[in-house]
């Protein structure tokens, strides 16, 4: 199976491992699979740390990068094609930027995201796989 991990399930999985549920703390953790962060979460943690909406110990946004490839986590981008169709999402009550944005990215590039928002399910009908 191919993931895409939602930014909160990324940094639950680097640091606080006991917060994902039995199911995504699985499939991130089986060899066979493959699990991608988008570079999407990583402007959003960069974001986030600069504006003091979120706290990192013992590392900066700089480190993401060699924290995901350490956890065997691939960091793939947004494709031109992705980010030009972006506005067929429809916006419904996610109004997210960040997540809109890894929410195209899954659809499009058929990966099932990883994720425990609530809002995010409402997304199934457009193609969109979750797991939690």
Known sequence: ???????H??????FMPD???PAASTAI??????????S???WEISLKYALGKIELTQCTPDDMPG??????????SPTAEETATFYRL????????FDRMIIWQA???????????????DYTHFGLKTLW
């Open 29 to 38: 953790r089986q060899s066979h699979n493959s699990i991608y962060l988008s």
């Open 107 to 121: 659809i499009q590039q058929n990966m099932t995201l990883i994720t425990k928002d609530a809002q995010i399910p």
């Open 90 to 97: 429809p916006r419904g009550n996610h109004k997210d930027p």
């Open 67 to 76: 924290i995901a490839r350490q956890m065997h986590i691939e960091i793939v």
């Open 19 to 21: 917060k994902l549920s």
């Open 1 to 7: 199976m191919t993931y895409l991990l939602d930014t």
């Open 9 to 14: 399930a990324f940094l639950w999985a680097a």
């Open 40 to 42: 999407i979460s990583l």
